[in-house]
């Protein structure tokens, strides 16, 4: 099996000794106490699941900005994306900054319970420059109307550093028990499944007839055994369709369209960047630590409005990621869209004799706008069974 980034193996921070948990439990009562950001915690769901290895804790203002300009850390890892513990300066209280060790708990779940451990390696200001100059290099834009943008800099000015001990798969676990995987699970059910070549597919939407297509090209193209769909769980822009429905009408659509036992449905525990380049190189480092040999990157992959062009996801592991930082490879999914000529879905480059007449094109507000009146979505589009699901979700928000 593929190896993980930068490890022979893999390096979970969830701590699965249920005596070693309750004990760290006992001594997180009795530690100082600070309430993290949804970005920290989910950061630390991931760093948990071992999808982060080799990571063993937030990282330092030096180490961010190291990335920020380089994406490798101080030590010379190649990382894509800054991971912070950023609080207000209000929250670092007295007892806080005079501890070796505090409780982190969960701004995501009701009482917000100890998520976490941390060993407190450095407490250090962040300024304004510093912030904006990572925010233009990570999100390519200082925005605040992006909401990647304005989730990072709306933490604090107030950088806690250190290693963790995890204690929780937050809300993840039980909200989702059937879908949510850690990188070692994941691992596990592929060698369970005696696969070797593994395609990823990253998703935040419902799948669509161009999103199965592309699937089983890349399968098909790279020769895989099998697909890992791998769905994001955590917070979205508002807009966006909820993980439960989302995982309905996938399960609904592999059940149907695909070959029996050749894809793996999972999804992970964390919040959307919108970080378009930066975060397709994030998503294939998941991946490669989830143990897929392939990921596909498609176009607009991980990106939000006209911030990104369409491909600039896949120019960045050409232009900008060094030859060997990561093993797995990339697949480049093109536009796809049904050819009225052929009948199926195509990648649009791979049909030079198609005018853009030959083509059906929907928007995702006409999409939008056709399941909110109860429509059925063109069978090209949509399989009817995902439609079904998607209109039954778009009919009882405009009900209630």
Request: aromatic letters at 4%; a neutral charge; glycine letters at 4%.
């Given at each position: 099996?593929?190896?993980p980034h930068g490890a022979q193996e893999l390096k979970p921070l969830y701590v699965d000794d249920n005596a070693a948990r309750e004990a760290l439990l006992k001594e997180a009562e009795g530690l100082p106490s600070l309430l993290i950001s949804s970005p920290a915690a989910t950061a630390a769901v991931m760093m948990g699941g071992g999808y982060f290895t080799p990571l063993t804790g937030y990282m330092t203002v030096a180490d961010a900005l190291s990335i920020a300009d380089s994406m490798k850390l101080t030590s010379g890892l190649f990382w894509p994306v800054p991971f912070m513990n950023i609080v207000g300066s209000d929250q670092v209280t007295p007892d806080i900054s005079g501890a070796t060790r505090i409780?982190?708990?969960?701004?995501?779940?009701?009482?917000?319970p100890v998520l976490a451990i941390q060993e407190i390696e450095g407490i250090e200001k962040i300024t304004e420059?510093?912030?904006?100059?990572?925010t233009e290099k990570v999100f390519c834009t200082t925005e605040k109307d992006h909401p990647g943008v304005a989730a990072f800099t709306s933490q604090g000015d107030t950088v806690i550093a250190g290693p963790i001990q995890v204690l929780s798969h937050s809300y993840f676990k039980e909200s989702f028990p059937g879908t949510y995987r850690t990188a070692v699970e994941i691992r596990q059910m592929i060698m369970d499944a005696g696969w070797e070549k593994v395609v990823a597919f990253q998703t935040r939407n419902p799948m669509h007839r161009a999103h199965e297509e592309l699937c089983k090209m890349a399968k098909e193209a790279v020769n895989a055994d099998g697909i890992l769909i791998h769905m994001l769980l955590g917070k979205l822009k508002k807009g966006d369709i909820p993980a439960d429905v989302r995982d309905a009408s996938i399960r609904k659509m592999v059940e149907i369209y695909f070959p029996p036992n050749t894809v793996l449905i999972t999804g992970y525990g964390f919040d959307m960047l919108y970080a378009g380049p930066r975060e397709a190189v994030l998503h294939a480092v998941f991946r490669q630590n989830a143990g897929c040999t392939h990921l596909i990157v498609g176009r607009d992959h991980a990106g939000v409005g006209s911030y990104y062009g369409p491909f600039d996801a896949q120019k960045i592991f050409k232009d900008e990621v060094p030859n060997g930082a990561l093993k797995i490879e990339i697949f480049e999914g093109d536009h796809t869209?049904?050819?009225?000529?052929?009948k199926k879905v195509v990648m649009m480059s791979s049909v030079a004799d198609h005018g853009k007449e030959d083509f059906l094109f929907l928007s995702g507000t006409k999409v939008r706008e056709l399941l909110a009146n109860g429509e059925p979505l063109p069978p090209e589009f949509a399989r009817p069974e995902v439609a079904k699901i998607l209109m039954e979700y778009y009919q009882s928000e405009e009900a209630g």
């Open positions: 099996m593929i190896s409780a982190l708990r969960d701004p995501n779940v009701e009482g917000n420059e510093q912030i904006t100059h990572i869209a049904w050819s009225k000529k052929l």
